[in-house]
């Protein structure tokens, strides 16, 4: 899957390096200069819950702009056509106002500082344990297999062993978390945020000219793909044959409810950010802001799919051996002169970067404060569980290294490991949204839920689907459909259990359950934030509205 | 209940005892300067371009556009961040209730080509400065 053809060495020049040298320096730098901020283990974790909106709205977009999600969105560009924008319009952006209007408020003022903690309290021990663990391991793999893809594109572009790439690179993530904490992520990350900008907005402007803009690539597509290729939902009626693999419905149901809303509301990479803001305003508007720049990705990260289509129309097949996956690569090296193309390596390592980053950093709070602190060493002081997470930080990294390794000779295994972690996700938010709205939902109910949930889609995609048992035309579309299993399964069971088992008494709820608020005083609003423009309603359905708009010109 | 919230009083001990948003940096500063200097570094490259180079990017010297982009978003950066400073740098810890009050700021990287930033088009997103920016 991760193989790079042999041809798409870069040009790279002493220009190029100085830019990439500048910026590993700065990253670091920022690593040092954020230890002075660090005296509590809210500070290392949450960054004190002190940070600006805007800073944890750029966060929360760049943690999951990884170089998988960037090479990944320009391959399934390449490889569905306009469909890709599912991912981002039905998908990611009411998922995020989602998060922001409706869930924040449970999340941020009851003061939990991660998500599986919200589950302790809501639930209880075993569904806090279970979500804890698989968040941890999973976190883990996702590094590793991150730091092994990084390895395979920067052997292929420039030429450095693998082996040397993966420790580099996480060698200067571990330094900088462990040193920064969780500030340093996040501003490395709004800076990663900008640079990856300056890598693929010139890369997307010189590629369309190339092509004769978005009307020549718009042309050459339907002449050669059919004028389903470049709309978003020609084709899609039931029963009618596309690349993806789906329907509407499936598309709606699966990707843009299940699979969107359980990755951006309950993937604490992604929260943590939120969790990070000075205020529960700031923290609704994390989300919200963060919908904005994502809703535009597509034009510098799926168009750039397309035009290499155009280029190459042989990629992905044995011809000309590319893979999907070099879409970017491969205008990098055919486009751009030495100086932009310093830029362009840079912002693609930084998106590496980010990625991982995000995952160790989730990593090292949930182990500590949800495994390390709940149940192996409890009641210590402050200062024991920061010396705790700078430790875990150093073990993850190290362990995410070790996973790369060994992904490089099991890569298969890895991609059946991220499918089934995929699952977990969509359970949890089926379990969170459950408990959040109805406070007859029991521990019990919350723990069979999780545990179901998951199982049926896993049994749905490797038994059903891998064992041919149903017809689904691809891996996509039968993800759609498990993630639909899996939230109903979650569902029926939860509601199913819950009558026969003890609810928890109510006076434990106060915060966590809609209709209840928290004991104490609620946090004065911050002066400034009544203006109009910071309502997160306000900006929450602009978002809407504005992704449902985006969808014209690929609809007529 | 006691029990059920002492993490919730946790949380709050610590949120006093935090030094971050005292502590901490400017973010501003480190993304205005390191565009100012990668924008100049680029700049360089256009003016220094062949033929060559101009060919490869389909006939713009993307070297010159881009930089004087990247420099841009590089100075308003410095701009926004000299327009409005962080309020109490160094003071005592969690200056809640002193905060300025809102007002427009420049929304972050105005510049930027397509205007993808969430400020961009509208004035005032931009946070005030507290806490840490």
New interface residues.
């Given amino acids: 899957m991760h193989y790079l053809a042999e041809g798409l060495r870069l040009p790279t020049n002493a220009?190029d390096y100085?830019?990439l040298i500048?910026?590993f320096v700065?990253v670091l730098?920022?690593g040092f200069?954020?230890r002075?901020?660090?005296?509590?283990?809210?500070?290392f974790f949450l960054?004190?819950?002190?940070?600006?909106?805007?800073?944890t709205?750029?966060a929360f977009v760049a943690a999951n702009l990884g170089a998988l999600e960037i090479l990944g969105m320009a391959a399934n560009g390449a490889q569905y056509g306009v469909y890709t924008v599912h991912w981002y319009w039905v998908g990611a952006i009411p998922a995020m106002v989602f998060l922001g209007l409706v869930m924040m408020p449970f999340y941020y003022g009851?003061?939990?500082?991660s998500v599986p903690?919200f589950l302790l309290?809501r639930y209880g021990p075993s569904s806090h344990l279970l979500s804890s663990i698989i968040f941890s391991v999973a976190s883990v793999l996702i590094a590793g297999v991150n730091l092994y893809a990084m390895a395979i594109v920067v052997e292929a572009l420039l030429g450095w062993p693998q082996w040397v790439a993966i420790v580099v690179a996480g060698l200067f993530v571990l330094a900088y978390i462990t040193l920064g904490g969780l500030?340093s992520a996040i501003?490395n990350e709004?800076?990663q945020f900008?640079v990856i900008?300056?890598a693929l907005?010139?890369l997307t402007?010189?590629?369309l000219?190339?092509i004769g803009g978005f009307g020549g690539l718009k042309d050459s597509l339907t002449a050669s793909h059919g004028p389903n290729f470049v709309s978003a939902w020609g084709g899609t009626g039931i029963g009618s044959d596309n690349p993806l693999g789906a329907n509407w419905l499936t598309i709606v149901l699966g990707l843009g409810f299940c699979l969107s809303f359980g990755y951006w509301t309950t993937n604490f990479a992604e929260v943590q950010r939120a969790l990070s803001a000075?205020n529960l305003s700031?923290a609704q508007r994390t989300p919200l802001?963060?919908a904005?720049?994502k809703m535009?990705i597509p034009?510098i990260v799926v168009v750039p799919g397309l035009i290499a289509l155009v280029m190459e129309p042989d990629i992905g097949t044995e011809k000309s051996g590319l893979q999907y996956n070099d879409a970017i690569p491969l205008l990098m090296s055919?486009?751009?002169?030495?100086?932009?193309l310093?830029?362009a390596v840079t912002g693609l390592l930084a998106a590496f970067m980010a990625g991982m980053a995000a995952n160790v950093s989730s990593f090292n709070t949930v182990f500590t404060n949800d495994i390390w602190r709940a149940y192996v060493m409890k009641g210590r002081p402050?200062g024991y569980y920061l010396l705790t997470g700078r430790v875990v930080t150093a073990i993850g990294v190290l362990a995410g290294m070790g996973t790369a390794f060994i992904a490089s000779s099991f890569s298969n295994i890895m991609n059946y490991l991220q499918t089934l972690f995929s699952f977990f996700n969509v359970p949890l938010f089926c379990v969170f949204i459950i408990g959040m709205f109805w406070k007859r939902a029991t521990a019990a109910a919350g723990f069979w839920g999780l545990l179901c949930g998951t199982v049926a889609a896993m049994i749905n995609y490797f038994w059903l689907y891998l064992g041919d048992v149903i017809a689904i035309p691809s891996d996509q579309g039968a993800n759609f459909v498990s993630a639909i299993v899996a939230f109903v399964a979650g569902g029926v069971v939860m509601v199913a259990v819950t009558p026969f088992t003890r609810p928890r008494p109510v006076?434990?709820l106060a915060g966590l359950v809609y209709g209840t608020t928290?004991?104490?005083v609620a946090e004065p609003p911050?002066?400034?934030?009544e203006?109009w423009?910071?309502r997160p309603a306000v900006l929450g359905w602009s978002a809407l509205i504005l992704a449902a708009l985006c969808y014209i010109p690929f609809s007529l | 209940?006691s029990e059920?919230?002492e993490?919730?009083h946790e949380?709050?001990e610590?949120?006093r005892?935090?030094?971050?948003?005292?502590?901490?940096?400017d973010?501003r500063r480190?993304?205005g300067g390191?565009?100012v200097?990668?924008g100049i570094?680029?700049l360089?490259?256009?003016f220094t371009?062949s033929d060559?180079?101009?060919r490869?990017?389909?006939?713009?010297n993307?070297?010159l556009?881009?930089?004087s982009?990247?420099l841009a978003?590089g100075l308003l950066f410095l701009l926004w961040m000299r327009l409005r400073p962080l309020s109490a740098p160094g003071a005592e810890p969690?200056p809640?209730p002193a905060?300025?009050?809102?007002?427009p700021g420049a929304g972050?990287?105005a510049g930027?080509?397509?205007g993808?930033?969430?400020?961009s088009g509208?004035p005032?997103?931009?946070?005030?400065?507290?806490?840490?920016?």
């Avoid at chain 2, 490869?56 to 713009?60: E, R």
């Fill in positions: 220009l100085t830019i500048l910026y700065v730098g920022v200069a954020a002075a901020s660090v005296r509590t283990s809210l500070d960054s004190g819950r002190s940070l600006p909106a805007w800073v709205g750029l009851s003061k939990v500082r903690e309290h500030s501003y709004v800076l900008f900008l300056a907005i010139p402007v010189v590629g000219r190339r000075k700031a802001i963060a904005f720049p535009f034009l055919e486009l751009l002169p030495n100086g932009v310093g830029l402050d006076e434990s928290a004991p104490g911050a002066p400034g934030d203006a423009y910071r | 209940m059920e919230y993490y919730r949380v709050e610590l949120q005892k935090s030094a971050t948003a005292a502590r901490l940096f973010v480190i993304i390191l565009f200097i990668y570094i680029v360089i490259a256009g371009a060559a180079d101009v490869k990017a389909s006939g713009i993307i070297n556009w881009t930089g982009c990247v978003v969690k809640e905060r300025p009050g809102g007002g972050p990287g930027e080509p397509g993808r930033e969430p400020g509208e005032g997103s931009g946070e005030p400065g507290s806490g840490a920016g």
